[in-house]
């Protein structure tokens, strides 16, 4: 049976890889639906298997990306309106609280730190 999740999570999210790795997670665990930026962090609709739902969440929790920090990760049921046809990456969505912490700059890896 399909269930729709939309998780929302906060903290340092933007800017950190979190949304490739999320739709990375999305398509090993059998999933529809979109990751989108927010003002008050990162926005995840989720159709598929409860069970694969769980894993997704179990894998994104405890490998986030290095330089991610989640504060907070909320998860809720809804009913589906919509169905999905793949998962991906979309254009940000507007939220009426806005939140999001906006990491400084910092080097991927270390052939980008320059002497």
Do not use: W
């Not at 991610?68 to 939220?95: G, M, P």
């Amino acid at each position: 049976m399909v269930r729709q999740l939309e998780i929302s999570i906060s903290g340092r999210v933007q800017g950190v890889g979190m949304r490739p790795f999320i739709y990375q997670l999305a398509h090993r665990f059998q999933q529809k639906g979109f990751v989108a930026n927010t003002s008050s962090g990162v926005t995840v609709l989720l159709q598929g298997q409860a069970e694969l739902q769980q894993q997704f969440i179990d894998t994104l929790v405890q490998q986030a990306p290095a330089s991610s920090e989640i504060k907070v990760f909320n998860a809720e049921i809804q009913s589906i309106s919509k169905r999905y046809e793949h998962f991906q990456i979309t254009d940000s969505l507007a939220s009426h609280n806005p939140s999001a912490f906006t990491p400084t700059d910092f080097a991927l890896c270390p052939a980008n730190i320059h002497s």
